[in-house]
């Protein structure tokens, strides 16, 4: 086997190498290592583990699918999207066939937004069907979702549909064969899907494949969120939570093997998310792992797709920590996961797929400071052979390394970041301080390598990610603090983070810029316009720099529900907008924008750079055509790096 693994890693990966070296002068050939896609994003091993299946994405940013036959070293079938349109997720339905739901690309910053079409196919990509969407043979233009995979039933799944362009917008569920889409009614369920809405929208199945719990918001409650379950399919729906947005809620993800008690993150009776059980008979919370800082995930055992137990909890603190409850049935998989981890210490390790008999795991092994691996693990054998890298050029590069940091706030707040430094060298370095996107409910994670960061170390900068109030992982009041102090809480917390750095001797405090993209690109102009004489140059990328655009300009406002989130964290009136306070400026700006971006439109940049030119404030510029909320282009990206350390590189000069 490891001599057919080794074959396969040649298939997969062709022959591509780079010699690095960090010198200063040469910057091209890092800059297009970063610049360049993974070559594979997920791979999944057929439920016999005679085929694996793995999605790409190709010069464009276009994502498509793979079918590889392991015994016979052979790529059965590509699958690609129409045009633009990329392979989402996809998952094995039986043996020999898959089911792939399609998505549009919206920016390399954002999340894919499903089309609605799903399509079945043979693993050598015959019998090809469109089950769903208007090309579909029944031509329903219905945006539809797979709720379930039915394991007992290999040849049929679990779908609702929804009428999206209607005010009333319900969910019909249904049975629906994957041989030919014909479907089956499953009855229509209590909540409805409203546009924007979709995070919220979980429908959760026994199983035998019956929904009885399910979660949404509605915009017109000011997106208050609803959990309702029942008990059977005859019985009425109840509901079991509810709660405005950003409070205390019972988030459920799945249904043990009792069909009674489901698994979730709860916020009732914690302030950070906690791993709980709620039983839909009794009514019953429990909690079963939390942190009082962190938020905590649960780590499931699974046979043949159907979660058993919950056989742990996992969570990020200064460090990756997992625990494991003593009182479980299976010790198999906690021996197991524990020693890949122990294996990979310091990485996110994690099962992505298995077959039926649970005899062979895919397992990703990855983390902030290294691209993401793909092993096969033969549990019998007790092997554990590398299928492939994902980046592989990236593998004899000398990886500048990230770490947590803790320091205190000015009021006593304990906040954390992500401190990255250039190879060999830890003392009165320049810095680039980077805040994060979104910005509430995300956070600069060591679970995901950011390229930003890796290459302006690897051009001699430490790089700062401070995750500042407003961040997710940190719990509900962590979170609502920053709700209307984009601008200074929010920003105070990023400063105090760069002032401990400076006291710690590690970064020079006269060469000092920031960047960031979205909310980052925000925060980039605002800590210049509320610190003139910390930072000597900023840039802001896809940025948000007119906080009344926002309420009129992008996708966001085009929805109830984005209205609701507007009104609910943006700060009122002008003296938070960095487009209004430009005359406090004292440093060089550099914009730089995605001319097609939907979430943070060009007027942004346009006003921005206006008002710099009405007061004659230096600034360079860059707009890119057919890129949208973040760049996708690797050769646009190499030119943005360029630039970006040129501009540094001047204005941080000794």
């Not at 316009?529 to 009344?548: H, M, S």
């Not at 209004?580 to 940049?605: L, T, Y």
Request: with cysteine.
């Amino acid at each position: 086997m490891k001599a057919r693994l080794s074959l396969l890693k040649t298939i997969m990966l062709g022959s591509l190498a780079f010699s690095f070296s960090t010198n200063a002068e040469v910057k091209t050939p890092v800059l297009e290592a970063f610049a360049k896609h993974s070559q594979y994003l997920q791979i999944k091993i057929s439920p016999d583990g005679k085929y694996l299946a793995s999605t790409s994405r190709d010069d464009e940013g276009v994502v498509f699918l793979t079918v590889l036959d392991i015994e016979k070293q052979k790529v059965q079938s590509i699958t690609r999207g129409r045009g633009k349109e990329s392979v989402g997720s996809f998952n094995w339905l039986n043996d020999e066939r898959l089911l792939l739901s399609m998505v549009r690309e919206v920016g390399a910053l954002e999340q894919p937004v499903p089309t609605g079409e799903l399509l079945a196919m043979d693993a050598d990509g015959s019998d090809n069907v469109v089950l769903t969407g208007y090309r579909s043979k029944s031509g329903d233009t219905r945006y539809s979702q797979v709720v379930d995979f039915l394991p007992d039933d290999p040849d049929a799944i679990v779908v609702f549909s929804v009428q999206g362009s209607t005010k009333e917008p319900f969910l019909d569920l249904y049975k629906m064969k994957v041989s030919n889409g014909r479907k089956a009614s499953l009855g229509r369920m209590p909540l409805r899907m409203y546009k924007s809405t979709g995070d919220s929208l979980r429908i959760i199945t026994n199983s035998k494949g019956e929904a009885l719990a399910m979660t949404s918001s509605d915009p017109n409650e000011n997106n208050q969120v609803t959990l309702m379950v029942r008990s059977s399919v005859n019985d009425d729906w109840q509901v079991a939570f509810q709660a405005e947005s950003f409070d205390s809620f019972f988030n459920p993800l799945v249904f043990l093997a009792d069909d009674k008690t489901l698994v979730g993150l709860s916020t009732i009776e914690t302030d950070t998310d906690a791993v709980a059980t709620y039983n839909i008979d009794t009514k019953k919370h429990t909690v079963l792992a939390a942190h009082e800082m962190v938020d905590v995930e649960p780590i499931l055992h699974e046979v043949r797709g159907q979660v058993q137990e919950v056989i742990g909890a996992e969570y990020e603190y200064k460090d990756l920590s997992a625990t494991y409850f003593s009182e479980v049935k299976n010790t198999d998989e906690q021996r197991i996961l524990a020693s890949l981890r122990q294996a990979f210490k310091g990485s996110v390790v994690s099962i992505t797929s298995s077959t039926y008999d649970g005899s062979k795991m895919i397992v990703a092994v990855g983390g902030i400071n290294q691209p993401t691996a793909y092993y096969l693990f033969n549990k019998n054998k007790k092997q554990l052979a590398k299928l492939t890298d994902t980046r592989p050029w990236l593998n004899d590069f000398d990886m500048p390394q990230s770490k947590v940091v803790t320091y205190k706030a000015r009021d006593g707040q304990e906040i954390s970041g992500i401190l990255t430094l250039p190879v060999g060298v830890s003392k009165n370095l320049p810095l680039i301080m980077h805040p994060h996107g979104g910005p509430h409910g995300l956070k600069d994670t060591l679970t995901e390598m950011r390229s930003d960061a890796k290459v302006l170390a690897a051009h001699g900068y430490a790089v700062f990610q401070p995750n500042f109030r407003g961040s997710g992982g940190y719990g509900l009041e962590f979170l609502k603090a920053g709700f209307k102090s984009w601008g200074t809480l929010m920003i105070d917390d990023m400063t105090d983070g760069v002032n401990y750095l400076i006291e710690q001797g590690i970064v020079d405090q006269n060469r000092m810029c920031v960047y960031g993209a979205s909310y980052g690109g925000y925060a980039a102009l605002q800590s210049v316009i509320r610190e003139p004489d910390l930072y000597k140059c900023t840039v802001g990328f896809v940025g948000v720099y007119d906080l009344a655009l926002m309420k009129s300009a992008g996708d966001i406002p085009e929805s109830q529900s984005g209205i609701n989130y507007l009104n609910r964290v943006l700060p009122d009136g002008d003296s938070q907008s960095p487009v209004k306070n430009v005359d406090k400026i004292k440093v060089p700006v550099f914009i730089i924008q995605g001319e097609e971006d939907v979430r943070v439109p060009k007027e942004h940049a346009f006003a921005l750079r206006e008002e710099l030119e009405k007061r004659n404030k230096p600034y360079e510029w860059m707009m890119k055509s057919g890129e949208a909320h973040g760049f996708y282009k690797e050769e646009n990206n190499v030119e943005r790096w360029t630039a970006m350390i040129e501009f540094f590189d001047k204005h941080t000069a000794k």
